[in-house]
């Protein structure tokens, strides 16, 4: 069964540096979407991404962070200069189509652990 | 963010009895709404949704009751088995937003052999 795959799994940076997180999603999904989970709270959303080009993010997504896909199969989270309130797991996943041509599952990788130091 | 609330942090039920995992909103504006399950170290794993259309739907074991009127959405298992232990988490969209998923906080089911 096609699942989308995440690398790392755990990521240890120290503060101001920048970590490129790493995703294939599903090879015919379309969209494609970061969310992030800090210890304790809940999962929260980042950003979404179709066509090249960021279709939507949240308040959280600042400059700080952008997304690209570099090629047919990888799709990338930079954080330029990590803060230590970055830690939290992240996750990518990809959904075959959106709202509201249909309603969208969407697929989650296992996640990248990133601490901060 | 308190639009998705899971009040429940835990729950524990005895193998093939019933569990029923519970979730609240606030925005009657949301209009399609998921249950994920989530095992330690792995992500999210898409379980059952149902659109704001419907108040149920079932696949096997795992039956989805939406309640408009009162914005409750509800997970029933049954019968639930050992393996079914995992965080579950509801999820939910706004249409006019696109296609973010707003989570709850998540419960942790528990199933007793």
């Known amino acids: 069964e096609p699942e989308v795959t995440q690398t790392p799994s755990h990521q240890v940076t120290q503060m101001g540096q920048e970590v490129i997180l790493r995703c294939v999603p599903i090879s015919n999904h379309l969209y494609f979407y970061w969310y992030r989970q800090i210890l304790g709270q809940k999962v929260e959303f980042l950003v979404s991404f179709y066509n090249n080009e960021i279709s939507e993010k949240s308040e959280i997504f600042d400059d700080q962070f952008s997304v690209e896909r570099p090629d047919g199969s990888n799709f990338t989270l930079k954080i330029r200069s990590t803060k230590l309130e970055d830690s939290a797991m992240y996750f990518c996943?990809?959904?075959?189509?959106?709202?509201?041509?249909?309603?969208?599952?969407?697929?989650f990788g296992p996640g990248t652990r990133l601490t901060v130091l | 963010d308190q639009q998705v609330k899971q009040n429940s942090p835990s729950l524990s039920v005895q193998e093939g009895r019933i569990s029923i995992l519970n979730c609240d909103y606030t925005n009657s504006m949301f209009d399609y709404f998921l249950w994920y399950k989530k095992y330690p170290a792995e992500g999210p794993t898409f379980l059952i949704s149902?659109?704001?259309?419907?108040d149920k739907n079932e696949d096997g074991r795992f039956t989805v009751f939406l309640n408009k009127s009162a914005k409750h959405l509800s997970l029933h298992i049954v019968p639930s088995q050992p393996g079914d232990s995992a965080v579950y988490f509801c999820a939910v969209r706004e249409e006019t937003s696109g296609s973010r998923l707003t989570f709850g906080e998540g419960t942790q089911l528990t199933v007793n052999p």
């Open positions: 996943a990809s959904s075959h189509d959106r709202a509201p041509v249909s309603y969208n599952e969407q697929f």
């Open positions: 149902i659109s704001s259309i419907k």
